[in-house]
């Protein structure tokens, strides 16, 4: 029996096509790449796509907790906030003994711009539910849109000594939604 070499032919074309396929694969890969970034040129696109913000009003209610948040969008700007978030307050004369309560906004800057890559950052104080408070909000309109909040508000130095002084803090997030409309709050 005589043996003979097996060819190699057959798996080094196998070898060079893929390779090749691989190679095209890669340019065509890298063209449409460099097509979505913009390349350069006078056609030219931000990295970061502009998010798609339309006029109307937006809205979240968590009504099990008592939170919600309002506003309205026009022309890329955010006017009338309104949001309720749980926080925890805490006296100085009973440290460790924590009680919820709400902090009820009623204002916001006005006409706030919306960046384009879809985020909104406000820091403003404001007195709500007889607390002056330091209020951030954040607002992220994309895939998810959320509002965050966070409310600090110190111990009030007019307290005279002897008397606690209330200090409380609080966070919320609610995923809002184009065309709410806030239902009626039950009293509590």
């Given amino acids: 029996m005589r043996l003979v070499h097996a060819s190699y032919k057959r798996e080094l074309f196998a070898v060079l096509v893929v390779a090749a396929v691989g190679i095209a694969v890669s340019f065509i ?48 700007r955010i006017r009338n906030l309104e949001f309720q978030i749980q926080i925890t307050c805490e006296t100085s004369d009973m440290p460790g003994v924590t009680e919820q309560r709400f902090f009820t906004s009623g204002r916001s800057w006005e006409n706030t711009p919306i960046s384009p890559g879809g985020i909104v950052r406000m820091n403003w104080h404001e007195r709500g539910n007889g607390r002056l408070g330091y209020l951030n909000a954040e607002l992220k309109f994309g895939v998810r ?34 065309g709410y409309e806030l239902p009626p709050i039950p009293a509590p």
């Fill in 145 to 178: 849109d959320v509002a965050n909040f966070s409310v600090i508000v110190p111990e009030d130095p007019s307290v005279l000594p002897g008397e606690g002084a209330e200090s409380c803090d609080g966070v919320g997030s609610l995923r809002f939604r184009r």
């Fill in 29 to 76: 890969a890298a063209g449409s790449a460099d097509a979505r970034t913009g390349g350069s040129g006078a056609n030219a696109r931000p990295a970061h796509p502009t998010a798609v913000v339309p006029n109307g009003t937006y809205g979240a209610a968590r009504l099990a907790r008592g939170e919600y948040v309002v506003f309205e969008v026009r022309n890329r």
